[in-house]
């Protein structure tokens, strides 16, 4: 496309555009004549998939704001039809809750009935609302642990997850023919949902989980700037804990995220201020969540003193054997991703249920199959269940949070830690050690010269181990659809997966070693923890000479 089509284009964005900022914005590209920009924000657009929509602020198709929102809130409507219910949840992020509004005015002016939540809450409760309301949809506007300058919609289908193929593919192409927004029939009568109608019945359902007894621990709890602080703090009250001590600069709402580089409790510094709060208040457990609340940090104090960050596959083998422990019947399943720990399948044979592996992603985790009592992603994700199933058909980092602290409370009162739990766990099926090596890029292009390059000549060897077997995910298999993902099983019981992030401009590549433990004349579990560090560290090296990025 010429740099005239991209000024019409724009000319047109600006005709339609109910923003006065977005139109200002674009009014200055225009004025500086600035085609670079122009061709960035026009020359393509957000892509609607099934995680949505995500991306960063602004005017143009490539960018979120409330004409690529109203669009796929139309997009939304014509799939689902007149009469259907949809409920809105919104985070504390810029335009947000302008978000949420302009999809509720665009449903109900397509004939749907729209519920909204009145405040700022966590996605699990919205996610919890599509269920507990018999709605059809959920819209949730939020982009979970993003840069500052980023939002997203997330839209959820009526047995409370996210969307998944073909759905997803129906409302991008509804999407693409909606015309001019300016032209939308826009409503104004929707239902306003408040604390006592949405929270608190979520707060019953994810406070009735299996947390154990053992109540007696000190939390010391970060919300990351987020909407998680008084939802969680609430949950723990309400379930006989004591109010988690906050730290008090993250603890309200804020969408410039001013103490952190990346509002992600994965990133590096972004735990600080928890952990030095855990240290002068003789926290037993160290919590986060991420901005929207759907992921869970863990923190344990360490026997020589200081505290240490649990990986989300510790936590998840953690959570497993403790919702196992506490729940019974027959056709239970647990189930992970790709990317996630093999741990797990091990943890399933040892306790006789069942056990399902599936892409990354909890829309997929939803859809593992009946009886499922525990799902988890190892990017800090965690369904928790019951008997009675899971309340939220979707990530929760509320419920987690509750879950591990009926686990280290119950450890403390028999006088042990998460970490004494985690080295039993290793005895019994070996260390199962984990990383990630994960490169931001600024350009996507090389993330996609990257792949090809992998897929053209895959490795023969890495850190000294031979690789086995190269998978090429994108062709799919009996037990799992196409992705965009490679995955090497390596000598010595190693295994390396490389994918693209579906949400960031990341390149993602997934580390595994299984190490025996040895008795102690050997060094027992600490031998074989330094062992993995020295063995991950190798594999990273490798593997990062190998993308070349």
Known sequence: MTSTDFVRQALDWLAQDPDPGTRAELEDILGREDHAELAERF??????????????????????????????????????????????GYDARYNSDVFAADTAAVLTGAGLRASVMESHWPTPVLAFAVRHLGADAGVMVTASHNPPRDNGYKVYWGDGAQIVPPIDGEISRAIDGVGRVDELPRGEDWTTLGYQDIVEPYLDAVTSLPIGEARELTIAYTPLHGVGGQVLSDAMVRAGFKAPVMAERQAAPDPDFPTVSFPNPEEPGAMDLALELAGTSGADLVLANDPDADRCAVGTPLPGGGYRMLTGDEVGGLLAEHVLTNTSGDGRLVATTIVSSSLLGKIAAEQGVAYAETLTGFKWIMKAGPGLVFGYEEALGYSVGSDKGLPVHDK??????????????????????????????????????????????????????????????????????????????????????PTDGLRYHLSGDARVVVRPSGTEPKLKCYLEIVIPVGDDSEGGVAAARARAVRDLDALKSDLAAVLGL
């Open 43 to 88: 020359g393509a657009k957000l892509e609607f998939g099934t995680a949505g929509l995500r991306g960063e602020l602004g005017a143009g198709p490539n960018r979120m704001n409330r004409v690529t929102v109203m669009r796929a809130a139309a997009g939304l409507a014509r799939v689902l039809g007149p009469g259907r219910h949809v409920v809105i």
């Open 396 to 481: 929760d980092g509320i419920g987690a949070a509750l879950a591990v602290a009926g686990l280290a409370a119950q450890a403390k009162r028999d006088g042990r830690t998460l970490i004494d739990l985690l080295d039993d766990q290793a005895r019994r099926h070996g260390l199962h050690a984990t990383a990630q090596l994960s490169v931001r890029v600024g350009d996507l292009t090389l993330i996609t010269d990257a792949m090809a390059r992998l897929r053209a000549v895959p490795p023969a060897e890495l850190a000294g181990r031979a690789v086995l077997s190269a998978e090429d995910l994108s062709e799919g298999s009996a037990s799992l659809p």
